[in-house]
């Protein structure tokens, strides 16, 4: 029996050793985990803090060399010079189109009169309000057309065909299809259904009277129901310019007599537009320089090229810090679900994409397509002038609010930007509210003002009366010409102006004061404290703020208060 026991007792001093080393071999296999935990936890808070680190303290601490800034400055040089080249030619241009206009209408229209002395926005003639005069404009018009190359001091001729032929001026008549009124009995027939009979005329060797004749042929024999009458002619001339290479303009020119509203108010307008053309290949261009031309070509090419080749190195860093910025993301996503079990919630994943970013993104593909429209208008692919012209103007001005995040390499001018920054998004919440308050007030000012001034004539008009209200114009005006139209009206009025002014002037300026105040607080502190506004509130990477000490010792903890030292157990 003693033999048993002492047996016994053998088998279990030889397994104990066993049981030891089971519970050690767990204990370390515990502690390996952990120390794998907080190893990956401290390389992942590093890699969020170089990633967050700002831009001054990236060059004073880790001396990267900022290419996007230095790409990003050249570009801007270039573009700037790019913008002022081509916004001399557009100048140019509209100050010779406005003088022609002004020389073929004077020639053309009978009492002519420019934009400035109709008071609006289109030239033309006075008003008619008679049958005959109808026809003497338009008569007027087509003789003082075919004496365009006798009578005029500049140079015009007249537009040819295929086959070498005249183009003849064109009238078009617009009318309703069915229209006939009875004012004795007030009956009417009326079909909203209209029709256009276009012809040619020839007055070439014809008196006044003569193509009256004609014109009053092709009149419709009643009024009732004419909506418009619309002459069209087509006039060669050649723009000639100083230190320029001449070019072949092909001008169409319209002179419409309107119907306002149906009154029988007959309004004159004159439209002219351009359409460059080749000219002869046996035409021959001798410039005081011979070098000048070539110098400002080779010099628009490379300018050109500069700007373009500029704005994809840029465009590609950008996309290269993206795609940095979302490895990092799924870095942080992954650690997060394995460790934690948890998913990043919406401010952790809006803190990775800067805005910056998109919008750099947004001023590169507007860079390369205004230069693209540039390039097509200097070789005469395209005439597109106004799109051209906004794209380069937009591509220029977003670029130069770009260059606003290379200013946060000083520490004061961070602050600024980072202010912005911060108080956007609230910003852009306020203009919502206020928004929806200034389309009430738009469509109540339009419904009724609207019929007593053309300041609230359409709700366009409103709309722009309106916001000049907001900045101190407008209103003395504003309030005379609403005031005198009625009793009601006048002390309706008072109430909308001056509930609008209270609104819009002093409320809504001292809400957004207060926002950028606040944001310019919490800039502050997150330079002060050396986190980054990326941790300043606490509620960002909670998990990740332990341990974590500001500039001036104190530690740092989430705002929820929870025990979060250990991971979750997911292996």
Not at 250 to 262: G, I, K, Q, Y
Not at 353 to 381: C, M, P, Q, Y
Request: with cysteine.
């Amino acid at each position: 029996y003693q033999r048993r026991v002492r047996a016994r007792r053998q088998d279990e001093s030889d397994d104990e050793p066993l049981l030891a080393d089971e519970s050690h071999s767990e204990s370390i296999s515990s502690f390996g985990r952990t120390t794998m935990f907080y190893n990956q936890r401290q390389q992942l808070r590093t890699s969020l803090t170089n990633f967050f680190m700002t831009p001054f303290e990236k060059y004073a601490n880790r001396g990267r060399v900022p290419w996007k800034m230095i790409f990003h400055s050249l570009k801007l040089i270039c573009l700037t010079l790019l913008l002022l080249l081509f916004g001399q030619d557009k100048f140019q241009l509209r100050l010779v189109l406005n003088a022609y206009t002004d020389n073929l209408g004077s020639l053309l229209i009978k009492d002519f009169r420019t934009a400035s002395d109709r008071d609006g926005p289109l030239q033309g003639g006075p008003k008619i309000h008679r049958q005959y005069e109808i026809a003497d404009s338009t008569s007027h018009s087509l003789v003082s057309y075919f004496n365009l190359t006798n009578n005029a001091v500049g140079i015009f001729g007249f537009n040819r065909d295929a086959n070498n032929k005249t183009v003849l001026p064109e009238i078009c008549v617009t009318k309703f299809a069915n229209a006939s009124v009875d004012v004795a009995d007030w009956k009417f027939q009326f079909d909203e259904k209209t029709s256009t009979n276009c012809s040619k005329v020839d007055c070439r060797n014809s008196t006044r009277l003569e193509c009256k004749r004609r014109v009053i042929e092709m009149l419709p024999e009643s009024y009732v129901g004419f909506i418009s009458l619309r002459t069209i002619f087509q006039v060669r001339t050649i723009f000639l310019s100083v230190r320029a290479e001449p070019k072949c303009v092909l001008l169409n020119a319209t002179h419409t007599l309107r119907n306002e509203v149906m009154s029988g108010a007959i309004v004159s307008e004159f439209l002219l537009f351009y359409n460059e053309v080749d000219c002869s290949e046996s035409s021959q261009y001798k410039p005081q320089d011979g070098l000048i031309g070539i110098r400002e070509t080779l010099g628009q090419i490379i300018l050109d090229s500069a700007a373009m080749a500029l704005s994809l190195i840029t465009g590609f860093l950008v996309l290269k810090r993206l795609r940095a910025t979302f490895l990092l993301y799924l870095e942080t996503k992954n650690f997060y679900a394995f460790h934690y079990g948890r998913k990043l919630t919406w401010s952790e994943t809006s803190a990775f994409f800067s805005g910056w970013d998109f919008f750099s993104l947004f001023a590169e593909a507007v860079t390369i397509a205004g230069i693209a429209f540039k390039i097509n208008l200097d070789s005469d692919v395209d005439h597109h002038l106004d799109i051209t012209a906004v794209l380069i103007g937009s591509a220029v001005a977003i670029n130069w609010i770009t260059a606003l995040r290379f200013l946060s390499f000083d520490k004061g001018y961070y602050i600024l930007v980072l202010t912005l920054s911060v108080a956007l998004p609230n910003i852009l919440r306020l203009m919502i509210c206020i928004v929806v308050i200034y389309i009430g007030y738009v469509l109540c000012g339009w419904v009724v003002f609207g019929p007593f001034t053309y300041k609230f004539a359409s709700i366009t008009q409103t709309v722009d009366t309106l916001f000049a209200m907001i900045n101190g114009d407008e209103i003395l005006d504003s309030f005379m010409q609403v005031t005198g139209s009625s009793h009601l009206l006048s002390i309706f009025s008072k109430i909308y102006f001056y509930s609008f002014i209270v609104l819009f002037i002093y409320v809504v300026l001292s809400v957004m004061i207060s926002l950028i105040g606040e944001a310019m607080i919490v800039a502050q502190k997150a330079v002060r404290t050396g986190m980054g506004y990326w941790l300043v509130e606490g509620d960002v990477f909670p998990e990740l703020l332990l341990g974590w000490s500001n500039d001036d010792g104190d530690d740092i903890q989430p705002k929820s208060g929870q025990d979060i030292s250990a991971p979750q157990n997911r292996l």
